[in-house]
């Protein structure tokens, strides 16, 4: 679950598509590994079901839009459906 690489990331903050608020809590889960996305999850959940939804209503791209719903399926379910998509996600 992650948004993509962390160049990629830097590059949507420094557009003014995403906040450098939001810009650190991508990097608390970027590339992380499962168990210390979960981790996060559970300590901040309110905080990324701000961000996801946040994210979601300013983001007009369609692919980042579909790469967000599937990074929010993750979340529920626990398991990454999340293979390469538009945002460099792997």
Same mark, same amino acid.
């Given at each position: ?16 598509? @995403? ?6 809590? @991508?990097?608390? +889960?970027?590339? =992380? ?6 981790? +996060? ?11 996801? @939804? ?11 839009? =579909?790469?967000?719903? +599937? ?17 460099? +996600?792997?």
């Amino acid at each position: 679950m992650v948004f993509g690489q962390l160049n990629d990331n830097q590059a949507y903050q420094r557009a003014d598509l @995403i906040t450098l608020e939001q810009l650190g809590l @991508i990097k608390k +889960v970027d590339r =992380q590994p499962r168990a210390r996305i979960e981790s +996060v999850l559970l300590s901040e959940g309110n905080t990324f079901v701000q961000l996801f @939804i946040g994210l979601l209503k300013t983001v007009s791209k369609s692919d980042i839009q =579909q790469c967000l719903l +599937v990074w929010i399926a993750d979340a529920l379910t626990g398991e990454s459906m999340v293979k390469d998509t538009a945002l460099g +996600v792997g």
